[in-house]
């Protein structure tokens, strides 16, 4: 069992940055690929990146790309996402995620094992 809690949500301006933690409890989480999704208001949650379980691999949404980093601490059990030149419309909450692998990570939020309860992320104009 794995127990997920994000931090590093709030409001910034367009163009800014912030940096998302997600602090997991359970002694299997390097075992686990972990990821972020989000969610928009009116919208479905739809995958933003994951990363495997050693850190050897990652995967980003193509809206990601280029702008954003996933990364994890193994020792610390806690996977970050670095969100740069944030967007109005990427306000959202954004949720972490563990499953099974980077690829079924990647295939959206029916690979998903875990859900953290999510923070919110407000990209001002």
């Known amino acids: 069992q794995v127990q997920l809690v994000e931090s590093g949500g709030g409001l910034v301006q367009a163009g800014g940055s912030l940096r998302l933690s997600c602090a997991a409890s359970?002694?299997?989480?390097?075992?686990?690929?972990m990821g972020w999704f989000r969610q928009a208001p009116g919208k479905e949650r739809e995958f933003v990146a994951a990363?495997?379980?050693?850190?050897?691999?990652?995967a980003y949404a193509a809206s990601a790309k280029g702008r954003f980093t996933i990364s994890r601490d193994n020792a610390k059990n806690t996977v970050f996402l670095q969100l740069n030149n944030l967007k109005p419309e990427e306000t959202a909450v954004y949720y972490c995620?563990?499953?099974?692998?980077?690829?079924?990570?990647?295939?959206?939020?029916?690979?998903?094992?875990?859900w953290g309860k999510g923070t919110l992320v407000t990209v001002s104009s």
């Open positions: 995620a563990g499953g099974r692998s980077l690829g079924v990570l990647t295939t959206g939020a029916n690979g998903v094992d875990y």
């Open positions: 359970g002694r299997t989480f390097s075992s686990y690929a």
């Open positions: 990363i495997s379980w050693s850190g050897g691999g990652t």
